[in-house]
């Protein structure tokens, strides 16, 4: 079965680091993989996915993700953060069989806080 | 301008009541999906119909029935609301199902907060 794993349940760091929100997957084939942000109250907004190609996919508010096959992992990179990318951050792959291939399983989310 | 909207934001009712949830999306999306989020913010898929069509049912109480008048609109009835229904839910929508729609994420409305009393 489809599934991911975020081992963080929180994240802390200074305004201006870089920031990295873990996420490994397991998937028998090739993984479809996609990151969320949520805000407070409010629903899931895509940052980016990665379908193929290209290991280091880029996404919105300057957040990239770097796929991993070896180690089957899916950081979610900044190079620097921002107060207001304090959030709660899901990562999320898609099923891969076919009585499952409409399903997106979500991890746990990590909650990023970004101190001034 | 919104792209998945639902009604109402907030519901709060008392236990055994009868209440709907409405979604709507505007981006001409074919498929539809229903999540649950829990106070420990864990997503659930619940339901899922693409062009009004049933595709995903995960094990819901039978309270809980989806109904699909279009591929525009999902909406969530639930039955004899029990204390363990409060949460948040979640309506959301991608662009086709199957292969063909493989690489494409799905986009979330606001979600609609019930608590039960």
Request: charged fraction near 20%.
């Amino acid at each position: 079965a489809q599934s991911v794993a975020q081992p963080e349940d929180q994240v802390n760091v200074a305004e201006g680091n870089p920031l990295t929100v873990k996420c490994t997957y397991s998937v028998s084939g090739n993984p479809y993989l996609f990151w969320y942000v949520q805000y407070p109250n409010r629903g899931l907004q895509f940052l980016l996915k990665y379908i193929t190609g290209d290991n280091l996919v880029k996404g919105s508010y300057g957040f990239e993700a770097e796929f991993n096959k070896s180690q089957t992992s899916f950081h979610l990179k900044k190079p620097s953060a921002l107060v207001s990318d304090s959030a709660l951050y899901f990562c999320a792959v898609r099923g891969f069989y076919l009585y499952n291939f409409n399903k997106f399983y979500f991890g746990s989310g990590t909650k990023l806080n970004v101190k001034p | 301008d919104t792209a998945v909207s639902q009604t109402p934001k907030y519901l709060v009712t008392q236990m055994g009541n009868d209440k709907s949830i409405k979604c709507e999306q505007n981006l001409g999306h074919d498929t539809m999906y229903w999540y649950k989020q829990d106070s420990k913010k864990f997503l659930k898929i619940m339901f899922s119909y693409n062009n009004k069509e049933l595709i995903i049912n995960e094990t819901v109480p039978n309270r809980f029935s989806p109904k699909s008048p279009d591929k525009a609109h999902l909406n969530l009835h639930i039955n004899s609301l029990e204390l363990g229904d409060s949460a948040v839910y979640f309506c959301a929508s991608s662009l086709r199902t199957g292969l063909a729609g493989v690489r494409n994420e799905q986009f979330f409305g606001p979600g609609t907060r019930l608590t039960v009393l």
